[in-house]
C-alpha cells in the first residue's frame, strides 16, 4: 500500500474513533502508537488531513448536508459519514492531491469499511461536490 494511502487510512482511523469516543483527535493522535523513523512521513500526512478535516469541519459538514440528497449527517453512516469528510477535505483543500485519486481513495475506503453501497454513494457525493468546486465559495 503506497504511503499517501497508508496516511488515509490512520487518518480515517483516529477521525472515526475520535468520534465514536466522543474525545477530541488530538487526545487520540496522543495515545496512538508513535509512527517508526520510516513511517514519519506517512504520519505526518496523516496529522495533516486529520488537521485539515477539523479546521474545515464546519462548512465539509454544510457541504455533506447540503448535497447528500435523501440524507441527513446524523442518519448517515458514521464510516461514510468520517469518509466524506476525509474525501471532501482532499478534493477542496489539499491542491497535491490530483481531483479522482481523492475520490477513488475515497472509494476505496468505503470497499474496505463500509457497506456495499457506500462506495457508489461517496463516488456519487464526490464526483458531484467535484464538478461543482468552481462554484463552490471556500
Not at 474525501?87 to 481513495?105: F, K, N, Q, R, T
Request: no cysteine; glycine share 6%; proline share 4%.
Amino acid at each position: 500500500m503506497a504511503a499517501r494511502s497508508k496516511a488515509r487510512k490512520r487518518a480515517f482511523e483516529v477521525l472515526f474513533e475520535a468520534e465514536q469516543r466522543g474525545v477530541s483527535t488530538a487526545d487520540v493522535l496522543t495515545h496512538r502508537n508513535r509512527p517508526e523513523a520510516e513511517e514519519l512521513a506517512e504520519y505526518g500526512h496523516a496529522v495533516r488531513l486529520v488537521e485539515g478535516v477539523q479546521a474545515q469541519g464546519e462548512r465539509i459538514d454544510e457541504l455533506i448536508a447540503t448535497y447528500a440528497v435523501g440524507w441527513t449527517l446524523d442518519r448517515m453512516p458514521a464510516v461514510d459519514r468520517t469518509i466524506l469528510r476525509l474525501g471532501l477535505y482532499e478534493l477542496l483543500w489539499v491542491d497535491d492531491v490530483p481531483d479522482a485519486v481523492a475520490i477513488s481513495e475515497a472509494v476505496a475506503l468505503a470497499t474496505d469499511f463500509s457497506t456495499e453501497e457506500s462506495p457508489r454513494f461517496i463516488n456519487g457525493l464526490l464526483s458531484r461536490l467535484q464538478q461543482l468546486k468552481p462554484s463552490l465559495a471556500l
